[in-house]
Protein backbone atom coordinates (compact mmCIF):
# COMPACT_ATOMS: atom_id res chain seq x y z
CA UNK A 1 0.00 0.00 0.00
CA UNK A 2 3.02 2.35 0.60
CA UNK A 3 4.80 1.65 -2.34
CA UNK A 4 1.54 2.29 -4.62
CA UNK A 5 0.94 5.53 -3.24
CA UNK A 6 4.41 6.74 -3.07
CA UNK A 7 4.54 5.80 -7.28
CA UNK A 8 1.45 8.05 -7.62
CA UNK A 9 1.32 12.00 -7.33
CA UNK A 10 1.33 12.93 -4.18
CA UNK A 11 -1.95 13.27 -2.08
CA UNK A 12 -3.63 11.14 -5.09
CA UNK A 13 -5.81 8.29 -4.05
CA UNK A 14 -4.76 6.89 -7.82
CA UNK A 15 -1.69 6.63 -10.60
CA UNK A 16 -1.28 8.30 -13.58
CA UNK A 17 -0.87 6.29 -16.70
CA UNK A 18 1.76 8.83 -19.53
CA UNK A 19 0.18 7.98 -23.29
CA UNK A 20 2.99 6.30 -25.43
CA UNK A 21 5.26 6.91 -28.01
CA UNK A 22 3.35 5.52 -31.19
CA UNK A 23 0.07 7.67 -30.00
CA UNK A 24 2.29 10.61 -29.74
CA UNK A 25 3.99 10.39 -32.89
CA UNK A 26 0.49 9.79 -34.67
CA UNK A 27 -1.12 13.04 -32.95
CA UNK A 28 1.93 15.20 -34.19
CA UNK A 29 1.72 13.67 -37.38
CA UNK A 30 -1.62 14.85 -37.67
CA UNK A 31 -0.89 18.04 -36.39
CA UNK A 32 1.87 18.45 -39.44
CA UNK A 33 -0.47 17.38 -42.08
CA UNK A 34 -3.19 19.98 -41.18
CA UNK A 35 -0.35 22.36 -41.12
CA UNK A 36 0.74 21.63 -44.62
CA UNK A 37 -2.35 20.74 -46.27
CA UNK A 38 -3.33 24.71 -45.38
CA UNK A 39 0.00 25.90 -46.73
CA UNK A 40 -0.28 23.79 -49.90
CA UNK A 41 -4.14 25.16 -50.41
CA UNK A 42 -2.71 28.04 -50.32
CA UNK A 43 0.00 28.05 -51.96
CA UNK A 44 -2.31 26.35 -54.99
CA UNK A 45 -4.91 29.64 -54.59
CA UNK A 46 -2.21 32.06 -55.31
CA UNK A 47 -0.47 30.19 -57.56
CA UNK A 48 -3.31 28.95 -59.71
CA UNK A 49 -6.70 30.95 -59.00
CA UNK A 50 -5.55 33.92 -58.24
CA UNK A 51 -1.71 34.12 -60.10
CA UNK A 52 -2.89 36.46 -63.07
CA UNK A 53 -4.58 39.10 -59.95
CA UNK A 54 -1.24 38.77 -58.07
CA UNK A 55 0.75 39.35 -61.03
CA UNK A 56 -1.47 42.34 -62.19
CA UNK A 57 -0.85 44.42 -58.99
CA UNK A 58 3.16 44.08 -58.57
CA UNK A 59 3.03 45.29 -62.42
CA UNK A 60 0.40 47.90 -61.06
CA UNK A 61 2.70 48.59 -58.48
CA UNK A 62 5.95 49.29 -60.79
CA UNK A 63 3.77 51.46 -63.41
CA UNK A 64 3.97 54.72 -63.94
CA UNK A 65 1.76 57.64 -65.44
CA UNK A 66 3.42 60.96 -66.86
CA UNK A 67 1.03 63.41 -68.61
CA UNK A 68 2.79 65.08 -71.19
CA UNK A 69 1.70 68.62 -71.12
CA UNK A 70 0.81 70.48 -74.84
CA UNK A 71 2.83 73.36 -75.60
CA UNK A 72 0.49 76.27 -75.60
CA UNK A 73 -0.08 78.22 -79.01
CA UNK A 74 1.73 81.59 -79.69
CA UNK A 75 -0.09 85.09 -79.65
CA UNK A 76 2.14 87.01 -81.62
CA UNK A 77 1.77 90.43 -83.38
CA UNK A 78 0.84 91.84 -87.01
CA UNK A 79 4.86 91.18 -87.87
CA UNK A 80 4.77 87.85 -85.90
CA UNK A 81 6.90 88.94 -83.25
CA UNK A 82 5.76 87.01 -80.25
CA UNK A 83 3.89 88.41 -77.33
CA UNK A 84 3.07 85.47 -75.09
CA UNK A 85 5.03 82.08 -75.99
CA UNK A 86 6.08 78.93 -74.40
CA UNK A 87 9.32 78.10 -72.57
CA UNK A 88 10.61 74.15 -71.94
CA UNK A 89 10.62 73.45 -68.23
CA UNK A 90 10.24 70.90 -66.26
CA UNK A 91 8.31 70.15 -62.93
CA UNK A 92 10.68 68.44 -60.63
CA UNK A 93 8.19 65.49 -58.58
CA UNK A 94 8.49 63.02 -56.07
CA UNK A 95 6.97 59.31 -55.04
CA UNK A 96 6.89 59.83 -51.27
CA UNK A 97 6.50 56.44 -50.93
CA UNK A 98 10.24 55.91 -52.17
CA UNK A 99 11.73 59.31 -51.00
CA UNK A 100 10.33 59.08 -47.28
CA UNK A 101 13.42 57.31 -45.72
CA UNK A 102 16.02 59.33 -47.09
CA UNK A 103 13.70 62.59 -47.00
CA UNK A 104 16.02 64.83 -45.24
CA UNK A 105 18.81 64.01 -47.50
CA UNK A 106 16.96 64.24 -50.38
CA UNK A 107 15.49 67.58 -48.90
CA UNK A 108 18.94 69.41 -48.52
CA UNK A 109 20.64 68.00 -51.87
CA UNK A 110 17.28 69.81 -53.67
CA UNK A 111 16.73 73.19 -51.75
CA UNK A 112 19.95 75.16 -53.19
CA UNK A 113 19.61 73.83 -56.81
CA UNK A 114 16.04 73.85 -57.07
CA UNK A 115 15.84 77.48 -54.99
CA UNK A 116 13.13 75.87 -52.53
CA UNK A 117 14.11 75.96 -48.41
CA UNK A 118 14.36 72.25 -46.90
CA UNK A 119 11.76 72.97 -44.69
CA UNK A 120 9.03 73.08 -47.89
CA UNK A 121 10.64 70.32 -49.15
CA UNK A 122 10.07 67.66 -46.46
CA UNK A 123 6.61 67.36 -45.84
CA UNK A 124 6.10 66.73 -49.50
CA UNK A 125 9.09 64.29 -49.46
CA UNK A 126 7.36 62.60 -46.17
CA UNK A 127 3.65 62.48 -47.32
CA UNK A 128 1.70 59.78 -46.31
CA UNK A 129 -0.88 58.21 -48.14
CA UNK A 130 0.89 59.61 -51.57
CA UNK A 131 2.44 58.70 -54.60
CA UNK A 132 2.86 61.70 -56.03
CA UNK A 133 3.88 65.79 -55.29
CA UNK A 134 5.29 68.49 -56.74
CA UNK A 135 8.30 69.68 -55.42
CA UNK A 136 8.92 72.53 -58.11
CA UNK A 137 7.18 73.67 -61.12
CA UNK A 138 8.37 75.14 -64.49
CA UNK A 139 12.59 74.21 -63.56
CA UNK A 140 14.94 75.19 -66.53
CA UNK A 141 16.59 72.06 -67.78
CA UNK A 142 20.00 72.67 -66.87
CA UNK A 143 18.98 72.93 -62.82
CA UNK A 144 17.11 69.84 -63.55
CA UNK A 145 20.44 68.60 -64.82
CA UNK A 146 21.93 69.77 -61.83
CA UNK A 147 19.72 67.99 -59.68
CA UNK A 148 19.51 64.89 -60.91
CA UNK A 149 23.21 64.46 -60.73
CA UNK A 150 23.90 65.54 -56.78
CA UNK A 151 20.48 62.63 -56.28
CA UNK A 152 22.35 60.43 -58.13
CA UNK A 153 25.78 60.87 -56.85
CA UNK A 154 23.93 60.28 -53.38
CA UNK A 155 22.40 57.34 -53.82
CA UNK A 156 19.15 59.02 -53.47
CA UNK A 157 15.50 58.05 -54.89
CA UNK A 158 12.03 58.93 -55.49
CA UNK A 159 12.24 62.05 -57.59
CA UNK A 160 11.26 62.43 -61.18
CA UNK A 161 10.49 65.19 -63.35
CA UNK A 162 8.17 65.69 -66.24
CA UNK A 163 7.98 68.14 -68.79
CA UNK A 164 6.26 71.87 -67.21
CA UNK A 165 6.01 74.51 -70.42
CA UNK A 166 6.01 77.92 -68.94
CA UNK A 167 4.86 80.49 -70.35
CA UNK A 168 6.25 83.87 -70.92
CA UNK A 169 6.07 87.40 -72.32
CA UNK A 170 8.60 88.37 -74.04
CA UNK A 171 8.12 91.99 -74.36
CA UNK A 172 6.54 91.96 -70.42
CA UNK A 173 4.36 94.79 -69.67
CA UNK A 174 3.50 95.52 -73.40
CA UNK A 175 -0.22 95.09 -74.53
CA UNK A 176 -0.31 92.82 -70.96
CA UNK A 177 -3.93 94.49 -70.07
CA UNK A 178 -4.98 93.03 -73.50
CA UNK A 179 -2.77 89.70 -73.87
CA UNK A 180 -3.60 88.62 -70.21
CA UNK A 181 -1.76 85.86 -68.52
CA UNK A 182 -2.18 82.21 -67.47
CA UNK A 183 -2.47 80.22 -64.28
CA UNK A 184 -0.67 77.55 -62.52
CA UNK A 185 -2.53 74.72 -64.63
CA UNK A 186 -1.73 76.72 -67.68
CA UNK A 187 -5.32 78.00 -68.76
CA UNK A 188 -6.00 81.39 -69.26
CA UNK A 189 -7.27 83.85 -66.65
CA UNK A 190 -7.33 86.90 -68.15
CA UNK A 191 -7.14 88.61 -71.76
CA UNK A 192 -6.90 86.80 -74.91
CA UNK A 193 -5.21 84.44 -73.03
CA UNK A 194 -8.54 83.79 -71.90
CA UNK A 195 -10.95 84.54 -74.63
CA UNK A 196 -8.54 82.16 -77.11
CA UNK A 197 -7.78 79.62 -74.42
CA UNK A 198 -9.58 76.58 -76.07
CA UNK A 199 -7.62 77.28 -79.42
CA UNK A 200 -4.31 78.04 -77.42
CA UNK A 201 -4.48 75.19 -74.63
CA UNK A 202 -4.03 72.21 -76.76
CA UNK A 203 -4.52 68.65 -75.58
CA UNK A 204 -2.56 67.06 -73.19
CA UNK A 205 -1.13 63.83 -73.57
CA UNK A 206 -0.70 60.83 -71.40
CA UNK A 207 2.70 58.19 -71.52
CA UNK A 208 2.46 54.85 -69.79
CA UNK A 209 5.42 52.66 -68.85
CA UNK A 210 7.11 49.99 -66.16
CA UNK A 211 9.41 51.65 -63.35
CA UNK A 212 12.45 49.83 -61.81
CA UNK A 213 13.24 50.10 -57.53
CA UNK A 214 14.30 53.69 -58.49
CA UNK A 215 11.17 54.55 -60.83
CA UNK A 216 13.48 54.93 -64.05
CA UNK A 217 11.53 53.31 -66.91
CA UNK A 218 12.84 49.27 -67.19
CA UNK A 219 14.37 49.27 -70.95
CA UNK A 220 12.36 46.99 -73.29
CA UNK A 221 9.00 47.04 -70.83
CA UNK A 222 5.68 47.79 -72.23
CA UNK A 223 4.66 51.15 -72.68
CA UNK A 224 1.95 53.04 -73.75
CA UNK A 225 1.63 56.71 -75.15
CA UNK A 226 -0.86 59.28 -76.37
CA UNK A 227 1.20 62.41 -77.46
CA UNK A 228 0.10 65.66 -76.79
CA UNK A 229 -1.69 68.01 -79.37
CA UNK A 230 -0.18 71.29 -79.12
CA UNK A 231 -2.17 74.51 -79.64
CA UNK A 232 -3.15 76.78 -82.17
CA UNK A 233 -0.62 79.59 -82.85
CA UNK A 234 -2.83 83.18 -83.18
CA UNK A 235 -1.51 86.00 -84.89
CA UNK A 236 -3.04 89.28 -83.69
CA UNK A 237 -3.75 92.75 -85.31
CA UNK A 238 -1.45 94.64 -82.65
CA UNK A 239 1.26 96.46 -83.88
CA UNK A 240 4.08 95.58 -80.86
CA UNK A 241 5.82 98.32 -81.83
CA UNK A 242 2.79 101.11 -81.73
CA UNK A 243 1.76 99.78 -79.02
CA UNK A 244 4.75 100.51 -76.93
CA UNK A 245 4.78 103.97 -78.35
CA UNK A 246 0.94 104.64 -77.29
CA UNK A 247 1.99 102.75 -74.03
CA UNK A 248 4.54 105.07 -73.44
CA UNK A 249 2.80 108.12 -74.38
CA UNK A 250 -0.21 107.58 -72.18
CA UNK A 251 1.68 106.49 -68.82
CA UNK A 252 4.01 109.47 -69.09
CA UNK A 253 0.75 111.74 -69.29
CA UNK A 254 -0.90 109.56 -65.95
CA UNK A 255 1.97 110.34 -64.61
CA UNK A 256 2.41 114.23 -65.17
CA UNK A 257 -1.22 114.99 -64.22
CA UNK A 258 -1.40 112.82 -61.75
CA UNK A 259 -4.54 111.40 -63.34
CA UNK A 260 -6.27 108.10 -62.26
CA UNK A 261 -5.83 106.39 -65.39
CA UNK A 262 -5.71 107.02 -69.34
CA UNK A 263 -6.39 104.62 -72.48
CA UNK A 264 -5.12 104.97 -75.84
CA UNK A 265 -6.75 102.89 -79.03
CA UNK A 266 -5.47 102.76 -82.70
CA UNK A 267 -7.79 101.25 -85.11
CA UNK A 268 -7.25 101.25 -88.97
CA UNK A 269 -9.58 103.05 -90.43
CA UNK A 270 -10.48 100.24 -93.37
CA UNK A 271 -9.90 97.16 -91.69
CA UNK A 272 -11.28 98.51 -87.97
CA UNK A 273 -8.08 96.44 -86.76
CA UNK A 274 -6.87 97.04 -83.36
CA UNK A 275 -2.82 98.54 -83.94
CA UNK A 276 -3.01 99.12 -80.53
CA UNK A 277 -4.73 99.27 -77.11
CA UNK A 278 -2.95 100.47 -74.26
CA UNK A 279 -3.79 101.66 -70.85
CA UNK A 280 -1.77 102.83 -67.96
CA UNK A 281 -1.28 101.87 -64.95
CA UNK A 282 -0.71 98.33 -66.01
CA UNK A 283 1.62 95.33 -65.04
CA UNK A 284 4.23 92.47 -65.91
CA UNK A 285 2.10 89.58 -66.72
CA UNK A 286 5.08 87.18 -66.32
CA UNK A 287 4.79 88.53 -62.68
CA UNK A 288 1.12 89.46 -62.60
CA UNK A 289 -0.03 89.09 -58.97
CA UNK A 290 2.82 91.33 -57.88
CA UNK A 291 0.75 94.40 -59.25
CA UNK A 292 -2.74 95.43 -57.92
CA UNK A 293 -5.71 93.80 -59.61
CA UNK A 294 -6.83 97.30 -60.83
CA UNK A 295 -3.73 97.75 -62.75
CA UNK A 296 -4.68 94.43 -64.95
CA UNK A 297 -8.06 95.14 -65.79
CA UNK A 298 -8.30 95.55 -69.60
CA UNK A 299 -10.03 99.44 -69.59
CA UNK A 300 -10.07 100.35 -73.21
CA UNK A 301 -12.92 97.95 -73.07
CA UNK A 302 -14.08 97.68 -69.75
CA UNK A 303 -13.90 101.03 -68.09
CA UNK A 304 -17.24 102.44 -69.07
CA UNK A 305 -17.61 107.08 -68.30
CA UNK A 306 -19.31 109.76 -70.53
CA UNK A 307 -17.33 110.63 -73.79
CA UNK A 308 -18.14 114.20 -73.30
CA UNK A 309 -18.10 116.66 -76.37
CA UNK A 310 -16.24 114.04 -78.85
CA UNK A 311 -19.95 112.46 -79.15
CA UNK A 312 -20.73 115.98 -80.74
CA UNK A 313 -19.20 114.58 -83.68
CA UNK A 314 -21.66 111.49 -83.58
CA UNK A 315 -24.62 114.34 -83.06
CA UNK A 316 -23.42 116.25 -85.81
CA UNK A 317 -23.08 113.72 -88.07
CA UNK A 318 -26.78 112.28 -87.70
CA UNK A 319 -28.24 116.18 -88.33
CA UNK A 320 -26.27 116.34 -91.44
CA UNK A 321 -27.33 112.75 -92.69
CA UNK A 322 -30.71 112.78 -92.17
CA UNK A 323 -30.90 116.62 -93.43
CA UNK A 324 -32.14 118.61 -90.36
CA UNK A 325 -28.89 120.84 -90.75
CA UNK A 326 -25.76 121.03 -93.11
CA UNK A 327 -22.51 122.74 -92.06
CA UNK A 328 -23.63 125.98 -92.72
CA UNK A 329 -26.67 126.64 -90.66
CA UNK A 330 -27.40 129.47 -88.90
CA UNK A 331 -27.71 129.20 -85.02
CA UNK A 332 -28.41 131.78 -82.98
CA UNK A 333 -26.79 130.57 -79.21
CA UNK A 334 -27.82 131.91 -76.16
CA UNK A 335 -25.40 132.34 -72.89
CA UNK A 336 -27.85 129.51 -71.18
CA UNK A 337 -30.72 126.91 -71.74
CA UNK A 338 -33.16 126.02 -69.26
CA UNK A 339 -34.33 122.14 -69.52
CA UNK A 340 -36.37 120.25 -67.04
CA UNK A 341 -35.32 123.20 -63.97
CA UNK A 342 -31.49 122.48 -64.91
CA UNK A 343 -29.55 125.54 -66.81
CA UNK A 344 -26.89 124.19 -69.22
CA UNK A 345 -24.33 126.58 -70.49
CA UNK A 346 -21.05 126.39 -72.41
CA UNK A 347 -17.59 126.15 -70.86
CA UNK A 348 -17.15 129.79 -71.71
CA UNK A 349 -19.41 132.19 -70.66
CA UNK A 350 -20.74 134.52 -73.44
CA UNK A 351 -24.28 136.28 -74.89
CA UNK A 352 -26.12 135.25 -77.37
CA UNK A 353 -23.89 135.17 -80.61
CA UNK A 354 -24.37 133.74 -84.04
CA UNK A 355 -22.94 130.54 -84.91
CA UNK A 356 -22.63 127.94 -87.71
CA UNK A 357 -22.99 124.39 -87.46
CA UNK A 358 -19.15 124.10 -87.94
CA UNK A 359 -19.01 126.57 -85.52
CA UNK A 360 -21.25 124.81 -82.88
CA UNK A 361 -18.53 121.70 -83.20
CA UNK A 362 -15.78 123.81 -83.63
CA UNK A 363 -16.02 125.94 -80.73
CA UNK A 364 -17.12 122.82 -79.12
CA UNK A 365 -20.34 124.37 -78.18
CA UNK A 366 -22.50 122.12 -75.94
CA UNK A 367 -25.88 124.82 -76.53
CA UNK A 368 -25.36 125.22 -80.12
CA UNK A 369 -25.19 121.28 -80.50
CA UNK A 370 -28.36 120.81 -78.01
CA UNK A 371 -30.68 123.70 -80.53
CA UNK A 372 -29.53 122.07 -83.86
CA UNK A 373 -30.01 118.14 -81.62
CA UNK A 374 -33.48 119.19 -80.73
CA UNK A 375 -34.56 119.85 -84.40
CA UNK A 376 -34.16 115.92 -84.87
CA UNK A 377 -37.04 113.32 -82.97
CA UNK A 378 -34.88 111.16 -79.97
CA UNK A 379 -36.12 108.02 -81.54
CA UNK A 380 -33.92 109.25 -84.63
CA UNK A 381 -31.24 110.69 -82.60
CA UNK A 382 -31.08 107.17 -80.93
CA UNK A 383 -31.02 104.98 -83.93
CA UNK A 384 -28.09 106.82 -84.98
CA UNK A 385 -25.77 106.66 -81.94
CA UNK A 386 -26.88 102.88 -81.72
CA UNK A 387 -25.77 102.35 -85.47
CA UNK A 388 -22.32 104.01 -84.90
CA UNK A 389 -22.17 100.80 -82.22
CA UNK A 390 -22.85 102.77 -78.68
CA UNK A 391 -25.04 101.16 -76.06
CA UNK A 392 -23.81 97.91 -77.10
CA UNK A 393 -20.47 95.25 -77.08
CA UNK A 394 -18.13 96.33 -79.68
CA UNK A 395 -18.04 92.84 -81.48
CA UNK A 396 -14.70 92.08 -80.16
CA UNK A 397 -15.58 88.96 -78.26
CA UNK A 398 -13.10 89.35 -74.73
CA UNK A 399 -14.62 88.42 -71.79
CA UNK A 400 -15.83 91.26 -69.12
CA UNK A 401 -16.88 93.64 -71.88
CA UNK A 402 -18.69 96.60 -70.99
CA UNK A 403 -21.17 97.99 -73.16
CA UNK A 404 -21.91 101.24 -71.67
CA UNK A 405 -25.69 102.53 -71.38
CA UNK A 406 -27.29 104.43 -73.43
CA UNK A 407 -31.53 104.84 -72.50
CA UNK A 408 -34.53 103.79 -74.60
CA UNK A 409 -35.24 106.88 -76.18
CA UNK A 410 -38.47 107.08 -75.05
CA UNK A 411 -37.84 107.70 -71.04
CA UNK A 412 -35.61 110.72 -72.38
CA UNK A 413 -36.34 113.66 -70.62
CA UNK A 414 -35.54 117.09 -72.42
CA UNK A 415 -32.89 117.24 -70.04
CA UNK A 416 -31.25 113.99 -70.99
CA UNK A 417 -31.69 114.61 -74.50
CA UNK A 418 -29.78 117.64 -74.32
CA UNK A 419 -27.00 116.01 -72.80
CA UNK A 420 -26.94 113.19 -74.64
CA UNK A 421 -26.45 115.65 -77.66
CA UNK A 422 -23.32 116.73 -76.07
CA UNK A 423 -21.87 113.28 -74.63
CA UNK A 424 -23.17 113.30 -71.02
CA UNK A 425 -26.27 111.09 -69.51
CA UNK A 426 -24.69 108.00 -71.27
CA UNK A 427 -21.98 106.37 -71.02
CA UNK A 428 -19.01 104.21 -73.50
CA UNK A 429 -16.18 102.33 -73.32
CA UNK A 430 -12.79 103.45 -75.40
CA UNK A 431 -13.27 101.20 -78.21
CA UNK A 432 -16.71 101.93 -78.94
CA UNK A 433 -15.79 106.06 -79.47
CA UNK A 434 -13.10 104.51 -81.55
CA UNK A 435 -15.03 102.90 -83.55
CA UNK A 436 -17.58 105.20 -83.88
CA UNK A 437 -15.32 108.07 -84.99
CA UNK A 438 -13.49 105.57 -87.78
CA UNK A 439 -17.17 105.09 -88.94
CA UNK A 440 -16.65 109.03 -90.37
CA UNK A 441 -12.80 108.65 -91.10
CA UNK A 442 -13.82 105.24 -93.27
CA UNK A 443 -16.81 107.21 -95.19
CA UNK A 444 -19.68 106.56 -93.10
CA UNK A 445 -19.31 102.90 -93.19
CA UNK A 446 -18.83 101.08 -89.43
CA UNK A 447 -16.36 98.14 -89.74
CA UNK A 448 -16.31 96.23 -86.60
CA UNK A 449 -13.10 96.53 -84.74
CA UNK A 450 -11.15 93.40 -84.55
CA UNK A 451 -8.40 91.79 -82.64
CA UNK A 452 -7.19 88.48 -84.36
CA UNK A 453 -6.11 88.06 -87.82
CA UNK A 454 -5.84 84.35 -87.38
CA UNK A 455 -4.08 81.27 -87.37
CA UNK A 456 -0.66 80.80 -88.33
CA UNK A 457 1.92 78.03 -88.68
CA UNK A 458 5.03 77.70 -87.50
CA UNK A 459 6.99 79.87 -89.94
CA UNK A 460 4.23 82.36 -89.23
CA UNK A 461 2.71 82.06 -92.12
CA UNK A 462 -1.44 82.93 -91.91
CA UNK A 463 -3.41 79.34 -92.48
CA UNK A 464 -6.74 79.98 -90.91
CA UNK A 465 -7.84 83.94 -91.59
CA UNK A 466 -10.47 85.16 -88.82
CA UNK A 467 -13.99 85.89 -90.32
CA UNK A 468 -14.05 89.15 -91.93
CA UNK A 469 -15.76 91.32 -89.69
CA UNK A 470 -19.14 92.99 -90.11
CA UNK A 471 -19.29 95.73 -92.35
CA UNK A 472 -22.71 98.77 -92.39
CA UNK A 473 -23.32 101.98 -93.33
CA UNK A 474 -24.51 104.18 -90.97
CA UNK A 475 -24.01 108.06 -92.77
CA UNK A 476 -23.52 108.99 -96.44
CA UNK A 477 -20.17 109.32 -98.17
CA UNK A 478 -20.84 113.06 -98.87
CA UNK A 479 -22.09 113.25 -94.96
CA UNK A 480 -19.01 111.63 -93.72
CA UNK A 481 -16.56 113.85 -95.75
CA UNK A 482 -18.64 117.21 -94.58
CA UNK A 483 -18.22 116.07 -90.96
CA UNK A 484 -14.54 115.30 -91.79
CA UNK A 485 -13.92 118.80 -93.16
CA UNK A 486 -15.79 120.08 -90.22
CA UNK A 487 -13.38 118.58 -87.37
CA UNK A 488 -10.23 119.85 -89.14
CA UNK A 489 -11.20 123.42 -88.19
CA UNK A 490 -10.85 121.68 -84.51
CA UNK A 491 -7.16 121.27 -85.25
CA UNK A 492 -5.85 123.62 -87.84
CA UNK A 493 -9.25 126.02 -88.58
CA UNK A 494 -9.62 129.63 -87.86
CA UNK A 495 -10.02 129.58 -84.00
CA UNK A 496 -8.63 125.97 -83.53
CA UNK A 497 -9.22 124.93 -79.97
CA UNK A 498 -6.62 121.83 -80.42
CA UNK A 499 -3.44 123.21 -81.99
CA UNK A 500 -1.18 120.25 -80.25
CA UNK A 501 -2.66 117.88 -82.45
CA UNK A 502 -1.23 119.19 -85.15
CA UNK A 503 1.35 117.06 -87.04
CA UNK A 504 3.26 118.81 -89.57
CA UNK A 505 2.48 118.38 -93.22
CA UNK A 506 -0.36 116.84 -92.68
CA UNK A 507 -4.50 117.37 -92.52
CA UNK A 508 -5.76 116.34 -89.10
CA UNK A 509 -9.29 115.74 -88.31
CA UNK A 510 -10.01 115.67 -84.12
CA UNK A 511 -12.48 116.93 -81.65
CA UNK A 512 -11.80 117.75 -78.00
CA UNK A 513 -13.92 116.00 -75.18
CA UNK A 514 -14.08 116.97 -71.69
CA UNK A 515 -16.81 115.56 -69.52
CA UNK A 516 -17.82 115.25 -66.09
CA UNK A 517 -16.75 112.33 -64.03
CA UNK A 518 -19.45 110.02 -61.97
CA UNK A 519 -18.24 108.87 -59.08
CA UNK A 520 -19.64 105.37 -58.03
CA UNK A 521 -19.03 106.25 -54.33
CA UNK A 522 -21.10 109.21 -53.94
CA UNK A 523 -23.04 109.12 -56.60
CA UNK A 524 -22.13 112.58 -58.12
CA UNK A 525 -20.36 114.01 -60.60
CA UNK A 526 -16.63 114.19 -59.26
CA UNK A 527 -13.59 115.08 -61.31
CA UNK A 528 -13.85 115.02 -65.14
CA UNK A 529 -12.49 112.56 -68.05
CA UNK A 530 -10.32 115.11 -70.57
CA UNK A 531 -10.27 113.07 -74.06
CA UNK A 532 -9.39 113.77 -78.26
CA UNK A 533 -10.16 111.79 -80.95
CA UNK A 534 -9.33 112.14 -84.42
CA UNK A 535 -7.81 110.39 -87.54
CA UNK A 536 -5.08 111.06 -90.64
CA UNK A 537 -4.49 112.21 -92.76
CA UNK A 538 -7.99 114.10 -92.65
CA UNK A 539 -9.01 113.83 -96.66
CA UNK A 540 -7.61 110.15 -96.83
CA UNK A 541 -8.11 109.07 -93.73
CA UNK A 542 -5.74 105.67 -92.38
CA UNK A 543 -5.53 105.95 -88.89
CA UNK A 544 -7.82 107.09 -85.55
CA UNK A 545 -6.13 107.83 -82.76
CA UNK A 546 -8.68 108.20 -79.53
CA UNK A 547 -6.59 109.40 -75.77
CA UNK A 548 -8.62 109.33 -72.51
CA UNK A 549 -7.22 110.66 -69.40
CA UNK A 550 -9.10 109.94 -66.40
CA UNK A 551 -9.73 112.32 -63.25
CA UNK A 552 -6.41 114.54 -64.04
CA UNK A 553 -5.11 116.32 -60.87
CA UNK A 554 -2.79 118.66 -62.63
CA UNK A 555 -2.58 120.50 -66.02
CA UNK A 556 -6.04 121.48 -66.11
CA UNK A 557 -9.04 119.34 -67.73
CA UNK A 558 -9.27 120.28 -70.93
CA UNK A 559 -9.25 117.25 -73.74
CA UNK A 560 -6.98 120.24 -76.34
CA UNK A 561 -4.47 120.33 -73.27
CA UNK A 562 -3.78 117.17 -71.95
CA UNK A 563 -5.48 114.46 -74.33
CA UNK A 564 -4.65 116.28 -78.18
CA UNK A 565 -0.46 115.91 -77.10
CA UNK A 566 -0.91 112.22 -76.67
CA UNK A 567 -2.42 111.78 -79.76
CA UNK A 568 0.12 113.69 -82.22
CA UNK A 569 2.91 111.94 -80.53
CA UNK A 570 0.84 108.37 -81.33
CA UNK A 571 -0.63 109.07 -84.90
CA UNK A 572 2.82 110.93 -85.89
CA UNK A 573 4.45 107.46 -85.12
CA UNK A 574 2.16 105.42 -86.67
CA UNK A 575 2.07 107.25 -89.58
CA UNK A 576 5.71 107.44 -89.99
CA UNK A 577 6.19 103.46 -89.26
CA UNK A 578 3.80 102.88 -92.21
CA UNK A 579 4.62 105.10 -94.56
CA UNK A 580 2.03 107.57 -95.09
CA UNK A 581 2.72 110.21 -97.18
CA UNK A 582 0.65 113.56 -96.78
CA UNK A 583 -1.62 114.43 -99.00
CA UNK A 584 -0.52 117.47 -100.16
CA UNK A 585 -3.66 119.52 -100.10
CA UNK A 586 -4.76 121.94 -97.63
CA UNK A 587 -7.71 122.26 -94.90
CA UNK A 588 -10.73 124.02 -96.42
CA UNK A 589 -11.78 127.12 -94.40
CA UNK A 590 -15.46 127.26 -93.11
CA UNK A 591 -17.18 129.74 -91.66
CA UNK A 592 -18.14 129.29 -88.04
CA UNK A 593 -19.97 132.29 -87.55
CA UNK A 594 -22.56 134.37 -89.57
Known sequence: MRARRAAGRPGSGRSFKLG????????????????????AGRLLQLQGVEAASFAHAAVKERLQEVTLRATRGDLSDVNGVPLATTVDTVAVTADPKMTRPGAVQIAETLAPILKVPAEELLPKLRKADSRFVYLARNVPADRWNRARKALDAGDLIGVFNQPDPLRSYPSGPVAANLVG????????L????????????????LMVY????????????????????????????????????????????????????????????????????????????????????????????????????????????ALIDAGYVTPETKISVPGALLRNGHQIHDYWGHGTIPLTMTGALAKSSNLGTILAAERMPKAEHASYLRRFGLGQPTGIGLAGEAKGSLAKPESWSDLQRATVAFGQGMSVNAV?????????ANGGVRVEPNLVRGRVDEEGQLRRPAPAPKRSRVISEATASSVAAMMEQVVDGEEALATKAQIPGYRVAGKTGTSQRVDAACGCYRGYTASFAGFAPADQPRYVVYVVVQDPKRGGNSGSGLAAPVFRDIMAFTLQKYGVPPTGTTTPAMPLTW
Open 181 to 188: FVGGEGRG
Open 432 to 440: QMASAIGTV
Open 190 to 205: AGLEYALDDKLRGKDG
Open 210 to 317: EGGSGGQQIPLAPSVQQDPVPGANVSLTIDRDVQWVAQKAIAGQVKATGARSGDAVVLDVKTGQIVAMATAPTYDPNHPTSSPADDRVNRPLQEVYEPGSVAKVLTTA
Open 20 to 39: TASRRLRVGFLIVAFVMSVF
